[in-house]
């Protein structure tokens, strides 16, 4: 075998074929040759990537810079001794590692499920002699045999076909099956137009072909695929990059704050144990300890609520990722439109008409203009008669809904004549076919012979036949008006209604009849040649989903762009764009993936920003525009179904695979399924993940202000000499158990009215920013005031108590935790319908339960925390008497103003307006 240095075969006509692979065409290999094959190219199977160990995956769960400061905190105490507090805080991160190990276990189970996409047998010839062989024992020059119902085993040049198609819709995105042809191609012809290919995991759904296997295992376009995946880079998410930025300062700032307390005191002569357990307690009392377990709470209630919307989340952080998406990339068939061709108008007797309805429903109507039309004109019926009997489809029904047995273009046919009242079981039995010419690409015609003698006996024989337009004009001198009358055929008018549909991306095709002799009982395409009367036309498309349509304007009114990338053909695609509303300040781009090729790469990149569709692309070109929109800082969401998607879906900060009509490697590639696999179920999942990241800014906005208050109050009196106001262990309580059991409450926040009119965030926005900064240190520093002033007042009024410092420690806690509740309820959305109430507006407070149960938790938990004996024990705290208790409420009152002042100066809802 003479070495193989090309990578296609499209263009290398069939005589060279058997010298560069050394296989005789007609007897195909020796098992000798195939033996020393085994050797060079392998088996016909995709390596599946080596995973990492089940134990190494969960141990990588401990990597994020938040659980280091948790690990650091636990590391900590249990060197001090303290054991229940380290075993507490190791608990958290444990809990936070277990989710996170859940939640992505199956993530990289992508190229294993690409090795099955091409599991199947063969049939093969070697010798001469025609065997049933498993699809891995393949080798470069096979001959193989593929039959309707096959999945192609391997790339495959075809050398012989018989009316052969291939739907190829997993690895190009081309909506209906690709007719083959055995024409010599141009080099650079595009994957989706190289009909003289057929190639690995695509399925054979109509004739039969001969072909000579060029590319097994990794050479093949899905082998390909599966390498780009491979190389392809886990990029962080959003959320991800901002907590690991956010938890490096504070690490910094923390180490910084207890260096220096401990530095300062040491200088000044205090005890070096005093001091390092000041710096112990600063270090604890600034770790959000609780904000790890918030955040994964937030983003798995989130998980529930994008269920809930038909979006299935398989990694948390994609919950809010998609929230922060600035660019979507959809895919066309079955996302954007139902994935099912229909016929939206007829041309017949020089009229027009319009169908109503979508898919294979068997719902809609005929009209013109607003007429629906009930008494069909002769040749009306006749179009539509056509269609229903010049057809080798069928329509079943299963679960809910219609599936084609066939040709789509064919269950289209179907589907228009039932809304005729037309039934294609009844017709075929009424009008039985005696003969039929199978569509052939070199004819562009499908043709039937009927016997319709019992029901016109004036034309007991008639032929009908459907095909391109082109092909159907040139047999074609006479054409049938309206009423079934023969007139001179109107070509001009014909092509120029043509034209007008293929501008709507519109698929016409076009019917014919004849009236053949009484005895005949076969047809041959001679008797096609000539004397064909023209019928009329009929113009089809998959068309755009009407919720679809709504969510395409909700995410543009959003501020979010939506690109069409589909390898179907790009006037299809434009048009379909044209009704989804897809464009960018109003003006709608397209470009094909041959031009995109061909450009310079700072063209390739202004086309990528410009366009709005892209059409006939390659799978590494979908790669490419993802990167180049990721490279101008877009945060992109990127859709798909199909084998050729996966690499782009892996690359994406968030791919989106389809539930019910994708390919198993696209779900393993991606970060969230659509169980609907509908447009609309993107953007309800873009709202919810806004709706979340706004919870987790709450949360952020209510949980630091006390790390601060606490901080500053341990730094200060570490600074003065003075004891600590809080002990290090009572820190802990207030960080994990209160913080906790108050901030979760805020996870459940509704969505507010305006989600969807903000422009998305600023990806490179840190996590505290703006207002929300503002708003921490504010809070901070009240807390602050509020703790150190209640501890420094209970500690001079009970001077005379035997536990002084624990009643002015507990008090000052106490006191603290009751001004927060008035806090917790200034940032949700229960104070601001508060607030509206107090202002006269008619408006509801809506679901507070998750608020009112987060109050009455946390008040009962600090019942608990100072009125048992066992945790004044534990936390070497005290009983408050009732009077003890009034006086820990007086905060509440300065709260409010503060709250107010907060909220007027500093908004809690962190909208990228407000901030403005």
Same mark, same amino acid.
């Given at each position: 075998?003479?070495?193989?240095?090309?990578?296609?075969?499209?263009?290398?006509?069939?005589?060279?074929?058997?010298?560069?692979?050394?296989?005789?065409?007609?007897?195909?290999?020796?098992?000798?040759?195939?033996?020393?094959?085994?050797?060079?190219?392998?088996?016909?199977?995709?390596?599946?990537?080596?995973?990492?160990?089940?134990?190494?995956?969960?141990?990588?769960?401990?990597?994020?810079?938040?659980?280091?400061?948790?690990?650091?905190?636990?590391?900590?105490?249990?060197?001090?001794?303290?054991?229940?507090?380290?075993? &507490?805080?190791?608990? @958290?991160? *444990?809990?936070?590692?277990?989710?996170?190990? /859940?939640? #992505?276990?199956?993530?990289? %189970?992508?190229?294993?499920?690409?090795?099955?996409?091409?599991?199947?047998?063969?049939?093969?010839?070697?010798?001469?002699?025609?065997?049933?062989?498993?699809?891995?024992?393949?080798?470069?020059?096979?001959?193989?045999?593929?039959?309707?119902?096959?999945? &192609?085993?391997?790339? @495959?040049? *075809?050398?012989?076909?018989?009316?052969?198609? /291939?739907? #190829?819709?997993?690895?190009? %995105?081309?909506?209906?099956?690709?007719?083959?042809?055995?024409?010599?191609?141009?080099?650079?012809?595009?994957?989706?137009?190289?009909?003289?290919?057929?190639?690995?995991?695509?399925?054979?759904?109509?004739?039969?072909?001969?072909?000579?296997?060029?590319?097994?295992?990794?050479?093949?376009?899905?082998?390909?695929?599966?390498?780009?995946?491979?190389?392809?880079?886990?990029?962080?998410?959003?959320?991800?990059?901002?907590?690991?930025?956010?938890?490096?300062?504070?690490?910094?700032?923390?180490?910084?704050?207890?260096?220096?307390?401990?530095?300062?005191?040491?200088?000044?002569?205090?005890?070096?144990?005093?001091?390092?357990?000041?710096?112990?307690?600063?270090?604890?009392?600034?770790?959000?300890?609780?904000?790890?377990?918030?955040?994964?709470?937030?983003?798995?209630?989130?998980?529930?609520?994008?269920?809930?919307?038909?979006?299935?989340?398989?990694?948390?952080?994609?919950?809010?990722?998609?929230?922060?998406?600035?660019?979507?990339?959809?895919?066309?068939?079955?996302?954007?439109?139902?994935?099912?061709?229909?016929?939206?108008?007829?041309?017949?007797?020089?009229?027009?008409?319009?169908?109503?309805?979508?898919?294979?429903?068997?719902?809609?109507?005929?009209?013109?203009?607003?007429?629906?039309?009930?008494?069909?004109?002769?040749?009306?019926?006749?179009?539509?008669?056509?269609?229903?009997?010049?057809?080798?489809?069928?329509?079943?029904?299963?679960?809910?809904?219609?599936?084609?047995?066939?040709?789509?273009?064919?269950?289209?046919?179907?589907?228009?004549?039932?809304?005729?009242?037309?039934?294609?079981?009844?017709?075929?039995?009424?009008?039985?076919?005696?003969?039929?010419?199978?569509?052939?690409?070199?004819?562009?015609?499908?043709?039937?012979?009927?016997?319709?003698?019992?029901?016109?006996?004036?034309?007991?024989?008639?032929?009908?036949?459907?095909?391109?337009?082109?092909?159907?004009?040139?047999?074609?001198?006479?054409?049938?008006?309206?009423?079934?009358?023969?007139?001179?055929?109107?070509?001009?008018?014909?092509?120029?209604?043509?034209?007008?549909?293929?501008?709507?991306?519109?698929?016409?095709?076009?019917?014919?009849?004849?009236?053949?002799p009484d005895h005949q009982h076969s047809i041959d395409h001679d008797d096609l040649e000539k004397d064909l009367i023209f019928i009329g036309l009929q113009g089809m498309i998959d068309p755009p989903r009407a919720e679809a349509i709504a969510a395409v304007h909700a995410c543009q009114d959003a501020g979010i762009q939506v690109k069409m990338i589909t390898g179907d053909h790009i006037a299809t695609a434009t048009a379909i764009a044209h009704r989804l509303g897809i464009n960018k300040n109003g003006n709608l781009l397209s470009f094909e993936g041959?031009?995109?090729?061909?450009?310079?790469?700072?063209?390739?990149?202004?086309?990528?920003?410009?366009?709005?569709?892209?059409?006939?692309?390659?799978?590494?070109?979908?790669?490419?525009?993802?990167?180049?929109?990721?490279?101008?800082?877009?945060?992109?969401?990127?859709?798909?179904?199909?084998?050729?998607?996966?690499?782009?879906?892996?690359?994406?900060q968030i791919g989106i695979a389809m539930g019910k009509a994708g390919t198993d490697v696209a779900r393993e590639s991606s970060d969230m399924l659509l169980t609907d696999d509908n447009f609309a179920s993107i953007e309800a999942a873009v709202e919810e993940g806004r709706t979340v990241y706004q919870n987790l800014k709450k949360a952020i906005a209510f949980l630091l202000p006390v790390n601060g208050g606490e901080s500053m109050t341990i730094l200060i009196s570490a600074l003065l000499a003075r004891d600590l106001p809080i002990l290090s262990l009572q820190v802990l309580w207030l960080n994990m158990i209160n913080s906790v059991t108050m901030t979760v409450p805020l996870a459940f926040e509704p969505k507010s009215p305006d989600t969807m009119?903000?422009?998305?965030?600023?990806?490179?926005?840190?996590?505290?920013?703006?207002?929300?900064?503002?708003?921490?240190?504010?809070?901070?520093?009240?807390?602050?005031?509020?703790?150190?002033?209640?501890?420094?007042?209970?500690?001079?009024?009970?001077?005379?108590?035997?536990?002084?410092?624990?009643?002015?420690?507990?008090?000052?806690?106490?006191?603290?935790?009751?001004?927060?509740?008035?806090?917790?309820?200034?940032?949700?959305?229960?104070?601001?319908?508060?607030?509206?109430?107090?202002?006269?507006?008619?408006?509801?407070?809506?679901?507070?339960?998750?608020?009112?149960?987060?109050?009455?938790?946390?008040?009962?938990?600090?019942?608990?925390?100072?009125?048992?004996?066992?945790?004044?024990?534990?936390?070497?705290?005290?009983?408050?008497?009732?009077?003890?208790?009034?006086?820990?409420?007086?905060?509440?009152?300065?709260?409010?103003?503060?709250?107010?002042?907060?909220?007027?100066?500093?908004?809690?809802?962190?909208?990228?307006?407000?901030?403005?």
């Amino acid at each position: 075998m003479s070495s193989i240095t090309k990578n296609t075969y499209h263009d290398v006509p069939d005589h060279e074929l058997g010298t560069i692979f050394a296989t005789d065409l007609e007897q195909g290999l020796t098992p000798e040759e195939v033996a020393n094959r085994y050797g060079t190219y392998g088996y016909n199977e995709l390596e599946a990537k080596a995973g990492k160990p089940q134990w190494l995956k969960f141990i990588l769960q401990f990597n994020q810079p938040l659980l280091y400061i948790l690990i650091i905190a636990g590391t900590i105490k249990a060197f001090l001794g303290s054991w229940t507090n380290a075993w &507490v805080i190791w608990g @958290v991160t *444990l809990i936070n590692a277990i989710i996170g190990y /859940v939640q #992505e276990a199956k993530a990289e %189970g992508a190229i294993n499920s690409l090795s099955k996409s091409i599991t199947t047998e063969a049939t093969v010839f070697r010798e001469g002699q025609k065997i049933r062989l498993p699809s891995k024992d393949l080798v470069p020059g096979d001959l193989v045999q593929l039959m309707s119902g096959d999945k &192609v085993p391997a790339d @495959v040049r *075809l050398l012989d076909i018989r009316n052969l198609q /291939v739907d #190829e819709s997993a690895l190009t %995105g081309e909506s209906v099956p690709v007719q083959k042809n055995l024409q010599i191609l141009p080099s650079d012809t595009p994957l989706a137009d190289r009909i003289n290919m057929a190639y690995a995991g695509t399925f054979v759904t109509f004739g039969q072909g001969t072909g000579l296997v060029v590319a097994t295992a990794k050479d093949t376009e899905v082998g390909k695929i599966s390498q780009s995946m491979d190389k392809s880079v886990n990029l962080m998410t959003p959320l991800t990059r901002k907590f690991a930025e956010f938890s490096r300062v504070l690490l910094y700032i923390i180490l910084a704050l207890a260096s220096f307390t401990f530095f300062v005191g040491i200088g000044r002569g205090e005890p070096p144990e005093e001091m390092f357990e000041a710096a112990v307690a600063l270090a604890v009392s600034a770790i959000p300890e609780g904000l790890p377990a918030v955040v994964t709470i937030t983003l798995a209630i989130g998980v529930n609520r994008m269920a809930a919307r038909n979006a299935i989340v398989r990694k948390l952080p994609a919950v809010e990722t998609l929230g922060g998406a600035t660019v979507i990339c959809s895919d066309k068939t079955g996302t954007l439109t139902e994935n099912q061709m229909t016929v939206q108008e007829i041309y017949v007797g020089q009229e027009n008409y319009e169908v109503t309805g979508g898919g294979y429903s068997s719902k809609g109507e005929i009209q013109r203009g607003e007429e629906i039309i009930k008494d069909l004109p002769f040749a009306l019926q006749e179009c539509l008669m056509c269609g229903l009997l010049c057809n080798d489809s069928q329509l079943k029904r299963k679960d809910k809904y219609k599936i084609v047995m066939g040709d789509p273009t064919e269950g289209a046919l179907i589907t228009v004549a039932s809304k005729a009242g037309y039934s294609q079981s009844h017709f075929n039995n009424t009008f039985s076919r005696l003969d039929s010419i199978p569509f052939e690409s070199d004819y562009q015609y499908m043709a039937t012979l009927h016997d319709t003698s019992e029901h016109h006996p004036d034309t007991p024989r008639v032929i009908y036949v459907k095909g391109s337009v082109e092909k159907m004009l040139e047999r074609c001198t006479q054409a049938y008006d309206l009423e079934g009358r023969i007139v001179d055929l109107d070509r001009t008018a014909i092509l120029e209604q043509v034209e007008v549909m293929a501008s709507k991306g519109l698929r016409v095709l076009a019917f014919a009849r004849k009236v053949a002799p009484d005895h005949q009982h076969s047809i041959d395409h001679d008797d096609l040649e000539k004397d064909l009367i023209f019928i009329g036309l009929q113009g089809m498309i998959d068309p755009p989903r009407a919720e679809a349509i709504a969510a395409v304007h909700a995410c543009q009114d959003a501020g979010i762009q939506v690109k069409m990338i589909t390898g179907d053909h790009i006037a299809t695609a434009t048009a379909i764009a044209h009704r989804l509303g897809i464009n960018k300040n109003g003006n709608l781009l397209s470009f094909e993936g041959k031009q995109i090729s061909k450009m310079e790469p700072h063209e390739q990149e202004q086309a990528v920003i410009d366009g709005s569709v892209f059409a006939r692309v390659a799978p590494e070109q979908k790669l490419q525009l993802v990167e180049i929109l990721q490279s101008q800082g877009d945060v992109v969401a990127m859709t798909g179904d199909g084998v050729n998607d996966a690499p782009a879906l892996k690359q994406a900060q968030i791919g989106i695979a389809m539930g019910k009509a994708g390919t198993d490697v696209a779900r393993e590639s991606s970060d969230m399924l659509l169980t609907d696999d509908n447009f609309a179920s993107i953007e309800a999942a873009v709202e919810e993940g806004r709706t979340v990241y706004q919870n987790l800014k709450k949360a952020i906005a209510f949980l630091l202000p006390v790390n601060g208050g606490e901080s500053m109050t341990i730094l200060i009196s570490a600074l003065l000499a003075r004891d600590l106001p809080i002990l290090s262990l009572q820190v802990l309580w207030l960080n994990m158990i209160n913080s906790v059991t108050m901030t979760v409450p805020l996870a459940f926040e509704p969505k507010s009215p305006d989600t969807m009119k903000r422009p998305p965030r600023d990806p490179n926005e840190g996590l505290l920013s703006g207002n929300l900064l503002k708003r921490v240190l504010a809070i901070s520093a009240f807390n602050w005031i509020l703790i150190f002033g209640m501890f420094e007042w209970a500690l001079d009024f009970y001077s005379d108590a035997d536990n002084t410092l624990a009643i002015a420690r507990t008090m000052s806690i106490q006191a603290l935790v009751l001004a927060r509740i008035i806090y917790l309820i200034s940032v949700s959305e229960l104070g601001n319908s508060l607030i509206a109430k107090l202002k006269g507006q008619d408006i509801s407070l809506g679901n507070v339960s998750a608020i009112s149960y987060g109050i009455i938790g946390a008040v009962a938990l600090q019942i608990v925390f100072s009125q048992v004996p066992f945790m004044n024990t534990l936390f070497r705290t005290a009983p408050l008497s009732i009077n003890q208790w009034l006086i820990c409420l007086i905060p509440l009152l300065p709260m409010i103003p503060v709250a107010l002042l907060v909220n007027k100066f500093y908004p809690p809802h962190f909208s990228p307006l407000e901030e403005e």
